[in-house]
């Protein structure tokens, strides 16, 4: 089969012809339709991320049908659409497991870092680690099982609040826009300064205000969620959120967060992290997006062209989501 590979960071992926693999037990083999490109392949290309498997497939958004199960798979079936996420395993028996926090477990596997995603025709996934999905096209999904799916840990983390900041308008909040306001909640964006054409694109999906990072909005925030990897955004939205407000830093890899003033926490303001998600994430995001009628924007790219789509997304050329289709 044919696939892009990650041998050294910095060093472009190459089309290799490699072994078509073959599902364990518990596992199974899916034909991909569709795999988009995160943000954190990007923090793997440059290696942000320091501890890849190599040589290594990317990707972690997939979508595709079940070709082969593995010897004790249960509760899937040939031909089944399914999606794979980041989190490709968890050990079961930590802590963290047993606590109902397996996105902290102990010994994780991750899709398209410690294990093989789906920059390729076909790739294995644990059986237990897979979303059954609808009809509708594979390459509008594929960003739901990232870009989405992340997204909405940082919108529960974030709390039930009104109003909401969103810093860095591409393929996570461009998602948590339609559902926020679906629900009923005020979004404000805030994007590179300057940038108009994603403002005009918050502004059109129901943003109530768009603006720079560098900017305060109109009003205080009820909570704000870091998209874009700068730390330096952490002490502009301190500024943003009111009194008990959170900050919530959405990715896996951010820049240092620079020194502020007591004063800008002050207040019971909290500042959390995201690490991974968790199968109960899936398990209620994934109808609330197709009850919101969330519409992904994305621009399909053929499976050679996958440096273009991180170039692409490093220079943030894109609007919206970057989609490979083998």
Not at 50 to 67: D, F, M, S, W, Y
Not at 103 to 118: H, K, M, Q, S, V
Not at 140 to 145: D, F, Q, R
Not at 256 to 262: E, G, L, Q, V
Request: proline letters at 6%.
């Amino acid at each position: 089969m044919r696939a892009m590979v990650f041998h050294k960071a910095k060093q472009p992926l190459r089309l290799e012809e490699v072994a078509e693999p073959e599902p364990g037990p518990g596992e199974v083999l899916i034909r991909v339709e569709a795999c988009g490109v995160c943000r954190t392949d990007l923090h793997i290309f440059d290696g942000d991320l320091t501890e890849p498997k190599v040589p290594l497939i990317l990707g972690h958004e997939i979508v595709g049908r079940i070709a082969a199960l593995g010897a004790g798979t249960e509760g899937l079936e040939i031909g089944q659409r399914v999606g794979v996420p980041w989190l490709g395993a968890t050990c079961g028996h930590c802590r963290y497991c047993q606590e109902g926090q397996e996105n902290l477990c102990d010994a994780p596997e991750f899709t398209g870092y410690t294990r093989n995603g789906g920059f390729a025709e076909a790739c294995v996934a644990d059986a237990r680690f897979v979303f059954p999905l609808g009809g509708g096209d594979p390459v509008a999904l594929a960003p739901l099982l990232c870009a989405g799916l992340i997204g909405y840990r940082s919108y529960r983390m974030a709390g039930a609040g009104r109003t909401i900041g969103l810093y860095g308008f591409g393929a996570a909040a461009h998602i948590l826009t339609q559902l926020a306001v679906w629900q009923g909640r005020k979004v404000f964006a805030l994007t590179t300064p300057g940038d108009t054409e994603a403002q005009d694109f918050a502004r059109s999906l129901g943003a109530a205000w768009a603006g720079g990072s560098d900017e305060l909005p109109p009003e205080p925030l009820d909570a704000a969620i870091l998209f874009a990897p700068a730390g330096s955004l952490v002490p502009a939205a301190l500024k943003a959120v009111r009194k008990g407000g959170r900050v919530v830093c959405g990715g896996i890899h951010m820049s240092d967060i620079p020194a502020f003033p007591y004063a800008d926490l002050w207040g019971e303001r909290h500042i959390l992290s995201v690490a991974n998600l968790t199968r109960q994430d899936g398990e209620e995001f994934l109808p609330l997006a197709a009850g919101a009628g969330v519409v992904t924007e994305h621009r399909a790219y053929a499976l050679e062209e996958a440096n273009q789509a991180l170039e692409d997304m490093r220079q943030g050329r894109l609007q919206g989501a970057a989609v490979l289709v083998p």
